[in-house]
């Protein structure tokens, strides 16, 4: 064994002598693909972070920080800090190692398997801004150091014990030392012993919660045909199993090169076998009590896919089943469609169970980690199936504001471009309508504030009273720059007033403006920044706004003090509006396309809830919070949409 420990009292000083640095990511391409997974009732997946490369995950403890390995020189820091189950931020913690693929966490301290050593880092849940790379202990250096098959895979069992992978440096051959082999030490790398022989290439460990004993994944021998030999999953109860590895190069099966040759007596073979190439990584055994009682104890593995058969499988997750007994019975899908006519755009790699039973996926394809969950809450608003009902006879319906008395105000353009034919109109609670107010020139954006609503209406913020009474707020001259296209309003609780600007076709003049009490306007954000036509806008927490750009259909967070923006997410065509609703849930029109998409939250993978329209403008829900309701300007209609 090598030492080279940085005490933990030297820790605090050193802190900010640390490589540690945000990863930047880009999630588009898997949470745009989401809806192609075909996922059990009452499940679903969301993209829980953003990881370059991501293969094996531990999980700390106290803060519930995820660690993340590669087959890279990098290991992450995945935080969520408010528990929302969508990670905060992304941190690399180690950037100079030698295929750092296998983590795992025991008594707060992490450990990594590289391709030629084991090393550890005390305390990593202290402060992720501590100095790793001084603090690397090395544990143990005599690992076959390797590159074919040399991504490790490690996890600590019941026994307190290191349990590591360490696969042929072959697709088949004669084997020497440690190599295809599961070997086993003590966390400070002593006693390190061969525990499992005959192991071509495992990239998978757990053990069973009630047994204690090992199951293992293995990858198996490669050019013997689309479906031979078989993926394996195997039963490792104790140490001294041969699990027939190269006498038989997966399953029952023997490679041409190797049948004539001795095995050793009593091979252990898989209790449970996979399709040839499926590729059965990381897996793990289900003790939470978020899904269904029957999952309870089943295996769920990850599937990473085939790379050499003549039509690709795998790319899925699937659940072994066991019995009372503990014994495996079966295997079935429990989640597919990262394969898609025959191509892949996900692969999954790994599998770590969170503490309140949801599962996540890694995935070093996309370069993600995915969220499955499960809710049988008849509150939890479906994502998939909307009813719906339609009023008609509007003259461009823009922008609706709902009452908590129930009744629904609409700004209505009348004919575009001509002045004085704008108008705000009623719909009551028994469906009768009636008309506030009249004289506006093409009133859209609208909010209500202390008794008044208050209307973005081409180049001036007009307000109306409750007896249509028509005032100013702020006129064309009392902008700071000239206002092109007035578009959306949204009102804080101190009466601040917030507008865009989606200024003219190219984006020139846009921006957003802020009006205080005293009626002063000023700038908040200016033209050609990244949001090209600023239009719907929503509070999202003290001095913050989520915009959505018509232009290029992005949804930022903007900063109103100091302007900072920050990109969340993308894909809503010409959006329009966006609204919350009760549950925190979002929902983003698309003007141009005549959409409106469902969010968890911001950065989460947007659903499409209704489609058909002519034009999806600025949207409200309904006071009872049932009903999103959606003005459908060119076709003259009001749409209310069943989300609850």
Request: a negative charge; glycine letters at 10%; one cysteine or more.
């Amino acid at each position: 064994m090598k030492k080279n420990k940085l005490a933990l009292k030297s820790l605090v000083a050193l802190s900010v002598i640390t490589a540690c640095s945000p990863v930047l990511a880009d999630r588009a391409s898997a949470e745009k693909n989401l809806h192609k997974l075909h996922v059990p009732e009452g499940f679903k997946v969301e993209v829980y972070a953003e990881v370059p490369n991501a293969r094996q995950m531990a999980l700390g403890q106290s803060t519930g920080t995820v660690f993340v390995g590669t087959r890279g020189s990098n290991v992450y820091a995945v935080v969520d800090k408010d528990k929302d189950r969508h990670a905060d931020e992304v941190v690399t913690i180690l950037d100079d190692l030698k295929v750092g693929n296998g983590v795992a966490m025991h008594q707060g301290n992490l450990f990594v398997a590289e391709q030629h050593r084991i090393t550890m880092y005390s305390a990593p849940g202290f402060d992720l801004n501590l100095p790793f790379k001084q603090m690397r202990e090395v544990i143990y250096e005599d690992l076959p150091d390797k590159a074919h098959h040399g991504w490790r895979y490690i996890s600590f069992g019941p026994d307190n014990k290191l349990y590591v992978t360490v696969g042929a440096p072959c697709n088949i051959c004669e084997l020497s030392g440690y190599e295809g082999s599961i070997m086993r030490m003590n966390p400070d790398g002593s006693d390190a012993e061969v525990y499992a022989k005959g192991v071509r290439n495992s990239v998978g460990m757990d053990f069973q919660p009630e047994t204690g004993a090992l199951y293992f994944t293995d990858n198996n021998t490669d050019m013997m045909g689309d479906d031979n030999p078989a993926g394996e999953l195997n039963y490792a109860p104790n140490k001294g199993h041969h699990f027939g590895f190269p006498f038989y190069a997966g399953g029952h099966a023997q490679h041409p090169d190797w049948k004539d040759k001795t095995a050793p007596a009593n091979v252990d073979f898989p209790v449970v076998e996979f399709q040839a190439h499926t590729a059965n990584l990381g897996f793990k055994f289900y003790t939470g009590s978020m899904f269904p009682e029957n999952y309870k104890g089943d295996a769920i593995v990850a599937q990473h896919g085939s790379w050499n058969r003549t039509s690709p499988v795998g790319y899925q997750l699937m659940r072994v089943t066991f019995d009372e007994q503990h014994h495996a019975t079966g295997k079935e899908v429990f989640i597919d469609g990262w394969l898609d006519n025959g191509e892949a755009w996900g692969r999954p790699t790994d599998v770590l169970q969170l503490s309140d039973g949801s599962l996540l996926v890694s995935d070093d394809y996309n370069g993600v980690i995915y969220r499955v969950s499960y809710s049988t809450d008849e509150n939890t608003p479906t994502q998939t199936s909307h009813s719906s009902k339609t009023l008609s006879s509007f003259a461009l319906p823009e922008s609706a504001v709902s009452m908590l008395d129930g009744r629904v105000f609409i700004t209505e353009i009348g004919e575009f471009g001509k002045d004085g034919d704008g108008q705000v109109s009623i719909i009551n609670t028994d469906g009768s309508r009636e008309v506030l107010a009249t004289g506006l020139n093409d009133p859209k954006g609208m909010d209500f504030w202390n008794g008044q609503l208050y209307i973005a209406d081409v180049n001036k913020v007009v307000k109306i009273d409750m007896t249509g009474k028509l005032s100013m707020v702020a006129d064309t001259k009392d902008f700071p720059t000239k206002p092109v296209f007035l578009n959306d309003i949204e009102i804080d609780g101190q009466g601040n007033i917030y507008v865009s600007d989606s200024g003219d076709d190219k984006g020139d003049n846009a921006g957003i403006y802020k009006i205080n009490a005293a009626n002063e306007v000023t700038e908040v954000l200016g033209s050609h920044t990244s949001i090209s036509r600023p239009n719907g806008l929503l509070l999202d927490g003290l001095n913050h706004l989520l915009v959505v750009d018509f232009d290029k259909g992005g949804l930022y967070r903007v900063n109103t003090q100091t302007a900072e923006l920050t990109a969340l997410n993308q894909g809503f065509g010409a959006a329009d509006g966006i609204v919350r609703d009760t549950f925190g849930f979002l929902y983003v029109s698309d003007w141009k396309n005549g959409k409106v998409w469902q969010l968890t939250e911001p950065k989460s993978t947007p659903q499409l809830i209704a489609q058909g329209m002519k034009s999806s403008a600025d949207m409200t829900i309904s006071s009872d919070g049932k009903w999103l309701i959606v003005p459908d300007m060119m076709a003259g209609e009001l749409n209310y949409i069943n989300i609850h």
